[in-house]
Nanobody, 115 residues
Framework: QVQLVESGGGLVQPGGSLQLSCEDS????????LAWYRQRPGEERELVAS???????DYASSAKGRFTISRNNRKSTMYLQMTDLKPEDTAVYLC?????????WGQGTQVTVAL
């Protein structure tokens, strides 16, 4: 049974940093393209950053220069290092794994950026 579990969210002040983790169980982790999405209340889910099986990365314009996505296949874990956080980064952050037509989502972790 595939399970993606996010962790590392929380409350942080503007300008602060957080590192999110997404740990997998049940996948051949290295064979999947991975991504972080986020969803604000009442809004569509949006792609934040992605990392391919070959470790190629891509970022939304809002994340470039502030967020870094990485993966450790031996630990079956993906990370999102977030710096210089802004109130508009407040959202539920979800990890996503895709290989061809197979795709899986985690349950999400809440990130709140506020004073």
């Amino acid at each position: 049974q595939v399970q993606l579990v996010e962790s590392g969210g929380g409350l942080v002040q503007p300008g602060g940093s957080l590192q999110l983790s997404c740990e997998d169980s049940g996948l051949t982790f290295s064979a999947y393209n991975l991504a972080w999405y986020r969803q604000r209340p009442g809004e569509e889910r949006e792609l934040v950053a992605s990392i391919s099986m070959a470790h190629e990365t891509d970022y939304a314009s809002s994340a470039k220069g502030r967020f870094t996505i990485s993966r450790n296949n031996r630990k079956s874990t993906m990370y999102l290092q977030m710096t210089d956080l802004k109130p508009e980064d407040t959202a539920v952050y979800l990890c996503h794994a895709r290989r061809g037509s197979r795709a899986f989502w985690g349950q999400g972790t809440q990130v709140t950026v506020a004073l």
